[in-house]
């Protein structure tokens, strides 16, 4: 069983989305997968009740609890993380013990990453990641790589220890489909396969994890 924390001590960042696209990704691998939603808006819940018919489906677990991790399968072969929104690290810690690889979504903006700095450097002492036990990997989100902006960002988010695993470009796509318990995986149109092949710099990474 590999497990997933997708987490950012900034609200906004499409942490949310990231978390339910790679619990689809998995289940539509075929991967027995677990979703635990602890962030108190119970928006991955939500979206793990509207994919219940599918043959796709994707279990959600309350991770509000400490005792969540008694609650996942012993069959379960993935389990992501959504992780409370604007968490920051001593509230992460029952999950950075369990976890294989941590998520960090930050948007690109001098105000976002300043805001995610802190952050990062509270991680950086946690012993599990001091140690390499578990690997940081940071995803740029909602880009638009057209943009001064974004390509600044970029720049910026190079520098740090973490390495970036992914870029993913801003889409209204995303807000229609976590809407539907969908994902960008559950299609195969041309209009879906850019977005598709944003994700799989992240996949691949965390295939090694």
Do not use: C
């Amino acid at each position: 069983m590999k497990t997933v924390l997708v987490a950012s001590s900034k609200g906004g960042v499409g942490k949310t989305t990231i978390a339910t696209h790679l619990a689809a990704q998995s289940a539509l691998s075929g991967q027995r997968t677990v979703l635990v939603d602890a962030d108190p808006q119970r928006s991955s819940t939500r979206w793990a009740e509207r994919r219940a018919g599918l043959d796709s489906a994707v279990l959600p677990l309350d991770g509000l609890g400490k005792g969540w991790h008694r609650s996942v399968p012993e069959d379960a072969q993935r389990v992501v993380i959504d992780a409370p929104a604007g968490a920051m690290r001593g509230e992460l810690d029952g999950f950075l013990e369990h976890a294989d690889a941590l998520v960090v979504p930050v948007l690109p903006s001098s105000l976002d990453i300043d805001a995610t700095v802190p952050f990062l450097n509270s991680l950086s002492k946690h012993p599990r990641i001091r140690r390499g036990q578990l690997r940081v990997g940071l995803v740029g989100n909602k880009l638009k790589p057209w943009t001064n902006a974004s390509q600044q960002a970029l720049e910026l988010l190079a520098q740090w220890p973490y390495p970036m695993v992914a870029q993913l470009r801003d889409s209204q796509a995303y807000v229609v489909l976590v809407g539907l318990g969908k994902s960008l995986f559950d299609y195969h149109s041309a209009q879906v396969r850019d977005h598709q092949e944003d994700w799989q710099p992240l996949l691949r990474w965390l295939k090694k994890s």
